[in-house]
């Protein structure tokens, strides 16, 4: 059975940061795609970064590039998004998921295939 758990979410200050976990088992991110998604209250589900298997191809979105920074460790059971002078827009629950299923698509919501119960995110301005 796979499981995803995410940890290190919380409430911090404007500027400051957070380092968000996500541990696997029963698969290895070594294997698989896996990525951070978010969802703000009433908005929809959006991408936040993404780390290809082999580690040699990352995404992130506009709104976190240069700030966010994804990596995947501990022989691929751990993926960890690292957040540097959060804003209060960053607030969110935050999602880890990976994907199995192979597809042309890459970070896209609908194409991962197992997620996380998410941790919360809260900026205070």
């Known amino acids: 059975e796979v499981q995803l758990v995410e940890s290190g979410g919380g409430l911090v200050q404007v500027g400051g940061t957070l380092r968000l976990s996500c541990a696997a088992s029963?698969?290895?991110?070594?294997?698989?795609?896996a990525g951070w998604f978010r969802q703000a209250p009433g908005k929809e589900r959006e991408a936040v970064s993404c780390?290809?298997?082999?580690?040699?191809?990352?995404y992130y979105a506009d709104s976190v590039k240069g700030r966010f920074t994804i990596s995947s460790e501990n022989a691929g059971t751990t993926v960890y998004l690292q957040m540097n002078s959060l804003k209060p827009e960053d607030t969110a629950v935050y999602y880890c998921a990976t994907q199995v299923r192979p597809t042309h698509s890459y970070c896209q919501d609908w194409a991962m295939d197992y997620w996380g119960q998410g941790t919360q995110v809260t900026v205070s301005s």
């Open positions: 780390i290809t298997s082999s580690k040699d191809k990352t």
């Open positions: 029963g698969l290895s991110f070594d294997e698989y795609t």
